[in-house]
């Protein structure tokens, strides 16, 4: 599964929360490819991807995309990274 994570810049929270996907995938034994985006750039390559992962805020900037775009409230929230995963899991 192709995973886009998104945030302002595309550096910080985007990142850290690439990990925590990284790691709840591993756990649930769930391969994923996750990469990182700004939101300027996320509504032109989200189509690349199975799912997009971000902010409420942000998720606005990805509507008309054909991928699901998933909010995470708490990006440091493994249980609610859990939970999205295990929607879309196999």
């Known amino acids: ?12 929270t985007s990142v ?13 034994g769930i391969d994923v490819n996750v ?12 189509n690349m991807n199975d799912l ?4 409420a805020e942000l998720a606005p900037e990805l509507e008309g995309t054909t991928t699901p775009v998933e909010i995470i409230t708490n ?3 493994t249980n609610e990274i859990k939970e999205v995963l295990e929607k879309y899991a196999d």
């Open 35 to 46: 990469t990182t985006s700004d939101a300027g750039s996320a509504k032109g390559t989200a």
């Open 75 to 77: 990006f440091m929230d």
């Open 16 to 28: 850290l929360l690439k990990v925590n996907v990284e790691s709840v995938a591993a756990d649930l």
């Open 52 to 55: 997009v992962l971000t902010s």
């Open 1 to 12: 599964m192709n995973i886009l994570c998104v945030c302002g810049n595309g550096i910080g």
